[in-house]
């Protein structure tokens, strides 16, 4: 029995904060938490808050018919009503961080500067050690000054006399801008690049559209111009402390740098320490097992987990420089590292659509693994990961049910096994509550 | 592009309410900016500018979608953060139907002041201007520490009425007590009478007693109101307009929310028309409807989105209404 804190959960994943409140053997904070007729939110908190130590429990998952979205804003509003209802420090619980990872950009390669003019055809001879031209006399000018306003020559005309002008300098800047702007000669002069717009993407909520060809191909980027992609990691830390969060509890960030994004003190518990535990008992002779990080990214994740407990470690690369002219949209996989007849265990922090995991898989078997297992924190399993999965090389799946797993566990069955992370942050809240070390937590075994 | 060129406006478009941005650019002259906006398959948001927004004047159109307010509102909030991010001068929200406006005050313990958290997530995203059409209450100005615009949709309903009645032939009326000041302004400006409803309202979306102040006997009973929501009120209203001997009973409203059952409930109610403007995506409303009237708000907002752009006043937009 804790005192003076409230377990304040979201429509997310209500048994994850039932047995939380079980682990801590106090009730849920009584509230409504529903939807308008017309889409909002509406949030009324029925205990009162005043000066406790609310514990707001919301995982960054859209599913049942509820979007994502709309369980951010609800955790928001939540947060807000607390604080407005007096609450003395409001605590944001997220499981699964929202936005915390910045998926791969939608675009093809066409959309990214261009160093060279496309009459050189610069991806011909581009090499890994390319560079963006620098401008300087006698190279072509950059594309804002096709005008004529090129400022060398400019700075030429000044201190030479009259008479003695330099070559035209429009017939030496148009090359430049004329290719920079892929040949739309007009663009480059009246600024005025809208006019042959292929209209805004509007109205898409379909899922999975990024993979939607069609789509993403129709909307083609100014020449020249790096697409500017949404970075929300940022702006969701911001709208949390803006609602009024004091601390945030959340589990394997993507990206450990999200937690400088927050003014507010963030603990971002681990799952390793269950991925070992379900290592230690449930994989025989897990000894002679390999850990596999399946991208460079997570090599760090999975060689903590290999070293801690004395195992072998290989590293699947994605290679996505380009090889030949051909290839070179290929992202071929390539295996550093021994896998020939041994056990694999795919270490990685969320498994998505499911394509890094199988694909990483399909690669394993190919080198001679002799069962497959993937670790994985936040099984999300989005767009079509089950089917993906279920006729994977995957033996086997281990997620926690940072995100609602019952579903999952109905579709895949026996594949997949899911580890309860409730008594991990029950033991974070009420550390967290009693002013503890919750360090203690980021290394047990 | 010249340095003279720089610092044009930028009209970005959120999904929630294209047709609107592009009857906007239009009347501005320009194209909306190429942007792409994508759900993944997790449901994060993702969007993408197309073009340089560096030292721009980014106006940014987001209406929110009945039924998909949150989703709407995080688009916005991430669009506007994306903008921020990559130099825009000056960010604007155009937000015609400004969201949570109705949770705008603590009426109960505990209850979440939502207007204010969505204001104060507007300018933790970046937002430097807001403009807006028709707050539910003005006050939620007060939410910002930036400048609000709050324009009105009474000039074009002055025109509309002007044009379809008779003004001396109508009756104004004000369906709750709270719209009395909104209904006596336009009652005021045609100099025609006036009449409010009272009603008790027991539960949010659930209408109590009506009680009738004013004559309404053998005139055109004019319904004024901001929003129409699930249409109860306008509808409860309209048959006590009836019952007290009105000729025939419109409704003029700004936003037309229109959720859940509110069509059915319209179809079979004694309004004659209900007259909106488009600051609400309508989707097949319209269609499904025949009692459902749109006029054009976009001359107003592209008007505004002009004069906030050219730095000239905006108020000359409170009482005339752009043809």
């Given amino acids: ?445 | 592009m010249s340095a003279e060129m720089a610092n044009e406006i930028k009209l970005i478009s959120g999904r929630s309410h294209p047709e609107l941005s592009d009857k906007i650019a239009k009347r501005l002259g320009i194209e909306v900016a190429r942007t792409i906006s994508l759900n993944y398959s997790n449901q994060e948001t993702s969007f993408t500018v197309g073009e340089s927004v560096r030292d721009e004047d980014v106006f940014i159109i987001q209406s929110t979608a009945t039924g998909d307010v949150n989703e709407g509102l995080m688009e916005l909030l991430i669009i506007i953060s994306a903008c921020r991010t990559a130099s825009a001068r000056r960010i604007t929200a155009v937000i015609p139907n400004f969201p949570y406006a109705r949770q705008d005050k603590k009426d109960k313990s505990r209850a979440p002041i939502s207007a204010r958290l969505v204001a104060n997530m507007l300018q933790t995203a970046g937002a430097n201007h807001i403009v807006t059409v028709d707050l539910h209450a003005s006050q939620i100005q007060g939410f910002f520490s930036v400048p609000v615009d709050n324009l009105y949709a009474e000039p074009s309903f002055l025109r509309y009425i002007r044009e379809n009645f008779n003004p001396e032939e109508c009756v104004i009326v004000s369906p709750d007590a709270g719209g009395a000041k909104r209904a006596t302004s336009i009652a005021d400006h045609l100099n025609t009478a006036f009449a409010l409803i009272h009603k008790e309202r027991p539960r949010p979306n659930v209408v109590g007693r009506m009680v009738l102040v004013g004559s309404v006997v053998d005139k055109v009973a004019i319904l004024v109101d901001d929003m129409a929501d699930t249409c109860g009120t306008l509808v409860k209203a309209a048959a006590v307009l009836k019952e007290n001997g009105a000729k025939s009973v419109l409704a003029l409203v700004t936003h037309g929310i229109l959720s859940g059952s509110a069509i059915e409930t319209l179809n079979g109610s004694v309004l004659s028309a209900l007259v909106v403007t488009n600051t609400v995506p309508l989707g097949d409303k319209v269609q499904r409807c025949p009692k459902l009237r749109v006029i054009d708000i976009s001359p107003t907002i592209a008007e505004a989105i002009r004069r906030t752009h050219n730095g000239e006043s905006v108020s000359y937009l409170f009482t005339h209404a752009p043809v």
């Fill in chain 1, 1 to 445: 029995m804790v005192r003076n804190i409230v377990i304040l959960g979201g429509n997310s994943h209500p048994k994850l904060v039932e047995s939380i409140c079980g682990v801590l053997g106090i009730p849920q904070c009584n509230r409504i938490l529903g939807r308008f007729e017309c889409g909002e939110s509406r949030c009324e908190i029925k205990d009162s808050v005043r000066g406790k130590d609310v514990y707001i429990i919301q995982t960054g998952f859209g599913g049942n018919g509820v979007k994502l979205n709309d369980h951010f804003m609800d955790l928001c509003i939540m947060i807000s009503a607390c604080k407005t209802g007096s609450a003395r420090r409001v605590t944001a619980v997220l499981p699964l961080f929202p936005y915390s990872r910045q998926p791969d950009v939608p675009y093809h390669k066409a959309g990214a500067p261009l160093y060279k003019t496309p009459s050189e055809n610069g991806k011909k001879d581009y090499t890994f050690e390319s560079v963006p031209a620098t401008p300087g006399p006698g190279l072509p000018k950059s594309a804002t000054f096709t005008n004529g306003s090129d400022i060398t020559t400019r700075l030429l005309k000044t201190s030479l006399t009259n008479g003695t002008a330099p070559q035209s300098p429009t017939g030496n800047g148009k090359t430049y801008g004329e290719g920079y702007f892929n040949g739309n000669g007009a663009n480059g002069v009246n600024g005025h690049h809208h006019s042959d717009s292929v209209s805004s993407q509007q109205g898409v909520f379909t899922k999975h559209d990024y993979e939607n060809l069609s789509l993403v191909s129709a909307f083609q980027a100014k020449p020249g111009y790096k697409q500017w992609v949404a970075q929300a990691g940022t702006l969701v830390a911001n709208l949390l402390s803006c609602a009024g969060a004091d601390h945030v509890i959340t589990m394997d960030l993507h990206d450990p740098q999200v937690q400088g994004f927050f003014d507010v003190p963030v603990d971002n518990l681990y799952g390793r320490p269950l991925l070992k535990r379900y290592i230690l008992q449930n994989i025989p002779n897990y000894k002679e097992a390999v850990i596999i990080s399946p991208d460079a990214g997570g090599a760090k994740r999975a060689t903590a987990i290999a070293d801690s407990m004395g195992m072998d470690f290989a590293l699947i690369h994605k290679e996505r420089r380009p090889t030949k002219i051909t290839e070179r949209q290929n992202a071929s996989m390539m295996l550093v590292g021994n896998v020939e007849g041994r056990v694999c265990i795919l270490i990685d922090d969320i498994v998505d659509t499911g394509n890094t995991i199988t694909r990483a898989a399909k690669l394993l078997k190919k080198e001679g693994a002799s069962k497959i297992y993937a670790l994985v924190t936040h099984g999300v399993f989005s767009g079509d990961a089950i089917s993906r999965i279920s006729a994977s090389a995957l033996d086997k799946v281990v997620v926690t049910n940072s995100v609602p797993q019952h579903d999952h566990k109905m579709a895949l069955g026996a594949k997949l096994d899911v580890l309860d992370i409730s008594p991990i942050f029950a033991e974070a809240i009420r550390r967290v509550h009693h002013g503890e070390s919750i360090s203690v937590l980021f290394n047990y075994d």
